[in-house]
């Protein structure tokens, strides 16, 4: 298994496990085609300058897996030294061989923002 970094090229991916994340969380056919479009036109940009980033997991050249992250400006809070952040836009992972036994794909639709501790 290799991770590598998503690129612009994974466009058509991308969208595709945001759409299966959702899809698992039980949202209608309705839901997931009425936002498909606007997510695409709003990560393009993003993808393209590094504002959102990630990596996808590949098995024999196959996703396997991704996530989707983008650095968000926070506010400091007692906890945190740092106004720098990170969310989870999406989880995805596909069917994943573990040993001769085969898991289900899990999607997750959490976002959570992390503060990063640093100076």
């Known amino acids: 298994m290799i991770?590598?970094?998503?690129?612009?090229?994974?466009?058509d991916l991308i969208c595709?496990?945001?759409r299966e994340m959702f899809k698992d969380a039980g949202q209608s056919e309705e839901i997931l085609n009425g936002f498909a479009e606007p997510f695409r036109?709003?990560?393009?940009?993003?993808?393209?300058?590094?504002?959102?980033f990630g990596f996808?997991?590949?098995?024999?050249?196959?996703?396997i897996?991704?996530?989707g992250l983008m650095e968000i400006d926070c506010p400091r809070t007692p906890r945190t030294r740092s106004?720098?952040?990170?969310?989870?836009?999406?989880i995805c992972s596909w069917s994943l061989r573990i040993g001769n036994?085969?898991?289900p794909r899990r999607c997750s639709t959490r976002q959570r923002p992390s503060s990063e501790k640093g100076d």
Not at 4 to 11: E, N
Not at 56 to 63: L, P, V, W
Not at 83 to 90: E, P, V
């Open 16 to 18: 595709r496990h945001r």
């Open 101 to 103: 036994a085969e898991s």
């Open 83 to 90: 106004i720098r952040g990170a969310a989870t836009f999406s």
């Open 65 to 67: 897996g991704g996530i």
């Open 41 to 52: 036109e709003w990560v393009t940009p993003r993808l393209s300058d590094g504002r959102y």
């Open 3 to 11: 991770i590598r970094p998503i690129s612009p090229r994974d466009l």
């Open 56 to 63: 996808i997991a590949q098995e024999s050249g196959e996703s």
